[in-house]
């Protein structure tokens, strides 16, 4: 009931937008369209000083139809980061709410996957703990991370808040199920579920995950009649991807034992092998390959378990693979892109 007010709410801000801004003027001053220009025209830091010192703020908007855009917000999105650096550390207001909904600055460098930024808004009075009208915090933010943000920067940001007093929620775990894609595999960002599932656990909090995928994704050992009771296919494919990339080489060969599906895979695309690999769980890597895991199999990103694996470091593992026949995404494809991308 709550998300339907603040939706139209949200909706007839937007329509009181769109009829107060038709005639209104584009940027508060000459100055402040000069600073904008600079920062989109890739200026130097020196010119965007002097358009300050001749009264352009560093809290000037961008004024549109439907919104407007905070100097610093609109620094970041055309990749201007040293820009946007530079106007927080000369007074731009870090509580600045980026959206109708109490969107922060803060959440919206989560969002980005912008850990310095992150860090410099925290040190300059920004509230990790602070929510928007939904109640979500820059935690949850974090989590809706582009694919093209790799697991390792959405986990700095993770642990750059949890640092400055944001506290891990079901929400959290239930954003970072989410993920950016919304197939409810997280984007195949397992470690971050784990570091999520640990700290509701560490505080006495349910996840609201069953025991047994909350046990695989801590990498607890599993008996066989946990393992039989889940009768759920997608839940099936959850515990068996967590155990892979977590658990141990026992807890695979009795899910394999009791009828669990070693090729399955999560909405990204990802394989038990495939994530052993990129977790650098070796002995279980190895007992797949073993039996029959298919080595060539790539998710969406087109990563494949010797792409990650050699990502990874893991010379042993690659030279199983390998072994094995194992070739890369671009030996199969037979192009020269970088079509062996990794995600984290």
Same mark, same amino acid.
């Given at each position: 009931?709550?998300?339907i007010?603040?939706?139209?709410i949200?909706v007839l801000?937007?329509?009181?937008? $769109? !009829?107060?801004?038709k005639?209104?003027?584009?940027?508060?001053?000459?100055e402040?369209e000069?600073?904008f220009?600079?920062?989109?025209?890739?200026a130097? %830091?020196?010119?965007?000083t002097?358009?300050?010192?001749d009264?352009?703020?560093?809290d000037s908007?961008r004024?549109?139809?439907?919104?407007r =855009?905070?100097?610093v917000?609109?620094?970041v999105?055309?990749?201007?980061?040293?820009?946007?650096?530079?106007?927080?550390?000369n007074?731009a207001?870090?509580?600045?709410?980026?959206t109708i909904?109490?969107?922060?600055?803060l959440?919206f460098? @989560?969002? /980005?996957?912008?850990?310095?930024?992150?860090? %410099?808004? %925290?040190?300059r009075? @920004?509230?990790?703990?602070?929510g928007d009208r939904?109640?979500?915090t820059a935690l949850?933010?974090?989590?809706?991370?582009?694919a093209?943000? !790799?697991?390792?920067d959405?986990?700095?940001?993770?642990d $750059?808040?949890?640092?400055h007093?944001?506290?891990?929620t079901?929400?959290?775990?239930a954003?970072?199920l989410?993920?950016?894609s919304?197939k409810?595999?997280?984007?195949?960002r397992?470690?971050?579920?784990r570091?999520?599932t640990?700290?509701l656990?560490?505080?006495?909090?349910?996840?609201?995950l069953?025991p047994?995928?909350? !046990?695989?994704?801590?990498?607890?050992?599993?008996s066989a009649e946990?393992?039989t009771a889940?009768?759920?296919?997608r839940e099936?494919?959850r515990?068996?991807?967590c155990?892979?990339?977590?658990?141990?080489?026992?807890?695979? /060969?009795?899910a394999?034992?009791?009828g669990?599906?070693?090729?399955?895979t999560?909405g990204a695309?990802?394989?038990?092998? $495939?994530?052993?690999a990129?977790y650098g769980?070796t002995?279980?890597?190895?007992?797949?390959?073993e039996h029959?895991?298919k $080595?060539?199999?790539?998710? !969406?990103?087109?990563?494949?378990a010797?792409?990650?694996?050699?990502a990874?470091?893991?010379?042993r %593992?690659?030279?199983?693979?390998?072994?094995?026949g194992a =070739? /890369?995404a671009m030996?199969?494809?037979?192009?020269?892109?970088?079509?062996?991308?990794t995600?984290g």
């Amino acid at each position: 009931m709550r998300k339907i007010f603040c939706a139209v709410i949200a909706v007839l801000a937007v329509t009181l937008a $769109l !009829s107060s801004c038709k005639s209104a003027p584009e940027f508060a001053s000459a100055e402040d369209e000069r600073l904008f220009r600079g920062i989109e025209g890739g200026a130097e %830091l020196e010119t965007l000083t002097q358009s300050v010192r001749d009264g352009a703020s560093v809290d000037s908007m961008r004024y549109g139809r439907v919104v407007r =855009v905070n100097m610093v917000e609109f620094a970041v999105k055309n990749g201007r980061d040293d820009a946007a650096r530079w106007l927080i550390e000369n007074g731009a207001n870090v509580s600045y709410k980026t959206t109708i909904l109490g969107q922060t600055l803060l959440m919206f460098m @989560a969002q /980005s996957g912008k850990a310095e930024l992150c860090e %410099l808004l %925290l040190a300059r009075g @920004a509230d990790a703990a602070e929510g928007d009208r939904l109640g979500s915090t820059a935690l949850e933010y974090a989590f809706k991370a582009g694919a093209e943000r !790799s697991e390792t920067d959405v986990l700095a940001v993770y642990d $750059l808040l949890t640092a400055h007093g944001a506290s891990p929620t079901r929400q959290t775990l239930a954003a970072a199920l989410n993920g950016y894609s919304g197939k409810g595999d997280g984007d195949g960002r397992y470690a971050l579920l784990r570091r999520v599932t640990q700290a509701l656990r560490d505080v006495g909090l349910e996840t609201g995950l069953s025991p047994t995928v909350d !046990s695989a994704l801590l990498g607890d050992e599993l008996s066989a009649e946990a393992l039989t009771a889940v009768t759920d296919r997608r839940e099936r494919e959850r515990v068996l991807l967590c155990a892979a990339a977590f658990g141990s080489v026992e807890t695979v /060969s009795r899910a394999a034992d009791c009828g669990y599906d070693l090729h399955a895979t999560d909405g990204a695309g990802n394989t038990a092998l $495939l994530l052993a690999a990129r977790y650098g769980n070796t002995p279980v890597a190895i007992w797949l390959i073993e039996h029959g895991a298919k $080595l060539g199999a790539q998710n !969406s990103r087109g990563e494949t378990a010797l792409s990650a694996a050699a990502a990874a470091g893991n010379d042993r %593992l690659v030279r199983a693979l390998e072994e094995r026949g194992a =070739v /890369s995404a671009m030996s199969q494809s037979g192009c020269g892109c970088a079509c062996a991308q990794t995600c984290g």
